[in-house]
């Protein structure tokens, strides 16, 4: 089955800095990749996502880029914000049935 | 329109004791997942099912079994609890191909 790794497991940075988290799967089927934020007691959103036939995506302040030859996808947060810390989980599909999760990664953002 | 919703949010159990957990859509939303968060482990996926009467095992089965009977709600059923299955529990569900996944609110479960 797919195998998702993530890094780092926590990441501090001061507002407005750039965060990087990135992921590797194992699956060279998966075509599917998803970013989930999960604030402290709360459920995870989706904050964006990605498909195999597309190589890199932006929404506003957040990008995600997807090497498929490496296996390696990347979310990226720019001018990051107090509201912005939370736990980031990558995922990767293969098909539309099951999602494999990262184990998180705690981002930390200081005024 | 609730999304997916959650029954109930907290529960404590002894060892050995049974529940159901409910979760219930109203999206008319095909696939449906429990998945469970345990610190440091992400989220894992413990069944699923891919339409009404349908059930298929996931990554952590074992301990759990689930039924859907009705399109919108997917049981969770723990029979023999341990304390191994304390746990924050996160259903969710998804519509077609190509859409991604609503979690509910979850459920934090404690066995003692």
């Known amino acids: 089955g797919e195998n998702v790794e993530q890094h780092p497991s926590t990441l501090s940075v001061q507002e407005g800095d750039s965060a990087v988290i990135k992921c590797t799967y194992s699956?060279?089927?998966?075509?599917?990749f998803p970013w989930y934020k999960q604030e402290l007691g709360k459920r995870p959103q989706l904050i964006i996502d990605i498909r195999s036939n597309v190589g890199e995506k932006k929404d506003q302040r957040i990008a995600v880029t997807l090497n498929k030859t490496a296996k390696h996808f990347s979310l990226h947060i720019t001018e990051t914000q107090p509201e912005d810390s939370a736990v980031y989980f990558c995922?990767?599909?293969?098909?539309?049935?099951?999602?494999?999760f990262g184990k998180g990664t705690m981002l930390l953002v200081s005024p | 329109n609730a999304g997916v919703t959650q029954t109930p949010k907290f529960r404590v159990l002894k060892t050995g004791q049974s529940m159901t957990l409910l979760c219930a859509q109203d999206m008319n939303h095909e696939y449906m997942y429990w998945y469970r968060q345990d610190p440091g482990m992400g989220l894992r996926l413990i069944h699923y099912?891919?339409?009404?009467?349908?059930?298929a095992k996931g990554e952590v089965p074992d301990g759990y079994n689930v039924s859907r009977l009705k399109k919108q709600n997917f049981l969770l059923g723990l029979e023999s609890a341990a304390p191994s299955q304390t746990s924050v529990y996160f259903c969710?569900?998804?519509?077609?191909?190509?859409?991604?996944?609503?979690f509910g609110p979850g459920t934090r479960l404690t066995v003692t």
């Open positions: 099912s891919v339409g009404e009467g349908t059930t």
């Open positions: 699956d060279s089927a998966s075509n599917y």
């Open positions: 995922a990767a599909s293969e098909g539309y049935s099951t999602l494999t």
């Open positions: 969710a569900s998804k519509g077609g191909a190509g859409e991604w996944r609503v």
